[in-house]
């Protein structure tokens, strides 16, 4: 056995392999075979076929910079598509709840629970749809400020 993957890391040496990309076409091609199961149109098949041939190419590729500069432009263009889907519900899940009344904040103490130091000029707030504590500079004012949990956008008034 231990011959077999010898052979098969030294074949594989220098090629590509699996990337971000690959993953994303093979997904796109078990979709695509799904449907066509039921539908069983012939260009659904020869897109199958395009989508298998170019993932072994890729795969296969010994042109490694410029298969990552392919999965560089993949990521960066489906990291955009994730963040505006992300967001678009998120704002959505937002204006479900309601949030409490804006209020002055007051320095709190320290909890046993949290070990959290605060340092010096810092007022600790709860974010009103995951409660979660942030700790944020006292400056006097008003401002947003953006939660880390939830990305929920929560409006404080800092006063003394």
């Known amino acids: 056995m231990s011959k077999f993957t010898d052979k098969l890391q030294a074949f594989m040496q220098g090629r590509n392999g699996n990337d971000q990309l690959n993953i994303f076409i093979m997904i796109l091609y078990l979709l695509l075979f799904l449907v066509n199961t039921f539908t069983s149109l012939w260009y659904l098949a020869l897109v199958e076929f395009v989508l298998v041939i170019y993932w072994f190419f890729r795969f296969y590729s010994r042109n ?6 392919e999965n560089d432009r993949f990521v960066r263009f489906y990291s955009k598509i994730i963040y505006w889907f992300r967001t ?7 204006k479900t709840k309601k949030a409490k009344p804006i209020k002055t904040v007051k320095q709190q103490k320290e909890k046993k ?24 500079r006292d400056i006097k004012g008003e401002r947003y400020i953006l ?14």
Do not use: L, W, Y
């Not at 490694?64 to 500069?69: C, L, V």
């Not at 130091?117 to 600790?124: A, G």
């Open 147 to 160: 939660c880390k949990s939830c990305h929920n956008e929560v409006k404080i008034k800092i006063g003394k």
């Open 88 to 94: 678009t519900f998120r704002k959505k899940q937002n």
């Open 64 to 69: 490694i910079p410029k298969r990552r500069r």
């Open 113 to 136: 629970a949290k070990p959290i130091k605060p340092e010096k000029n810092h007022v600790f707030v709860t974010c009103p749809i995951c409660s979660q504590t942030m700790q944020v």
